[in-house]
């Protein structure tokens, strides 16, 4: 049998056990998450129970990203708080937040400190409303950073979102419900695109595009506009139908309780790569009844297009992936698409379903999986597959910059670049911009590592 062959019927290996300790994480704090997903909202503001020094750092790695402000409250636990409850606390901060931002919504996550000592937050907002008789939404996620990561916040808050809000009953309408991952705020403005496109409303949630790569403002806006408004997330459940772009795990799927509600469900994969944007523009297709829109059949035929000018350029390159399961799972089917092989596709989330995703790709297709993993794990994958190039956020640089290898910073975070929020990664138009950047990360590599150096290819 062939070298080749025989990788072709290799079995994929899962790597889920790590050291003890945890070494330079692949993952961020939970309740991240779930301050980014109430940006997504109109008019939300996220308010953390817990230590003041949570929101502060999550804060300064949100901004770093999107390079906007980004207010997070807190409860500000001190040494008493941590010994008998932040109840006192978590209401004085409630009182704050609504004399200085007068939100639409305030969302509440838990930090660890919090969840450790088992303050019940339902019960305290409970108690807070019949105080103060507020009728204010409040809605609460529990967030424990011990348990779970940035992935695991996001969707938990997105789905208390829905499980809160989206109650609306009444005659359907001619929406579609968009549940995005993680993505850029140019994704969002191109996957709302896309969905226009077929002559129906979009309702993403999370939508943060516009407070996240807002325009410039003469003077600091505490809740600047932008974001999904309440009445579009109270109307969802009478959507034609919810296209679910996330992979959970073991976070409750916001889709899945739309589709009690009445919204029935399609969960597919976040669309990067020409078969997975076939996917949602046929799902787009089905649902409104309406044919492809004319600028994306071009838009298709121009990826295809560079796909043919590039493809000697990235056949056989081995690729080293690794970031939030939607990401990693999609960027694998689009690398397959293109001739190239995620030699790993590594994630820092407990997440069962990128393992299950990346299983129903043709066997061979990659050669290992982590989940659950740190970068000193995937310092280690690199020595044994020897990646060409990596792909990621920019938490891989040293790691790259040790192994001499290329870094395509894709995903999320992205703190030694600008444009974070600009970098479209989905749909047809997305993956033409990743696929040059791609091909020309493996040139530059060749360029550097040339002793003569060349100009022309
Ligand atoms: S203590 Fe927990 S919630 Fe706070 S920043 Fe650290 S991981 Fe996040």
Known sequence: MSCAAAKETAPMVHSSAKPDATVNPCTLCAPLGAALATAGVRGAIPLLHGAQGCA??????????????????????????????????????LDNVLAQYHPELVTVATTCLAETIG??????????R?????????????????????????????YALVKGLACNQGAPSRAVNLLPPLVSPADLRHLREIVAGFDVAAIVLPDYADRLDGVILDRYRALPDGGTRLVDIASMPRALA???????????????????????????GLPIGVRATDVMIESLSELTGAG??????GERGRLLDAYADGHKY??????GLYGDPEFVAALAGFLLEIGARPVFCATGARNRALPEALA??????VDEVLDDTDFESIGAA??????????????????AHALGIPLLRVGFPIHDRLGAGRILHVGYRGTTRLFDELVNALLQGRQDASPVGFSYL
């Open 242 to 268: 919810s296209i679910d772009l996330t992979l959970t795990g073991r976070a409750p799927r916001a889709s899945k309780l739309l589709a009690e509600r009445g919204a029935p469900a399609r969960v597919l």
């Open 292 to 297: 492809r829109p004319a600028w994306l059949v």
């Open 360 to 365: 129903s790709l043709p066997a061979g297709s």
């Open 56 to 93: 502060t750092y999550i804060r300064r790695y949100l901004i770093s990203h999107f390079r906007e402000p980004m207010d997070v409250a807190s409860s500000s636990f001190g040494e008493a708080q941590t010994v008998f409850g932040g109840e006192d606390n978590l209401g004085r901060a």
């Open 119 to 128: 303050d019940d937050v339902p019960l305290l907002l409970n108690r807070y």
């Open 314 to 319: 990235v056949f056989g390159a081995s690729v």
């Open 382 to 399: 690199c020595e044994r597959h020897k990646p060409d190039l990596l792909m990621g956020s920019s938490k891989g640089y040293r790691l």
């Open 130 to 158: 019949t105080r103060t008789g507020n009728a204010l939404p409040l809605v609460h996620a529990a967030t424990p950073s011990y348990k779970d990561g940035h992935v695991e916040g996001f969707h938990a808050m997105v």
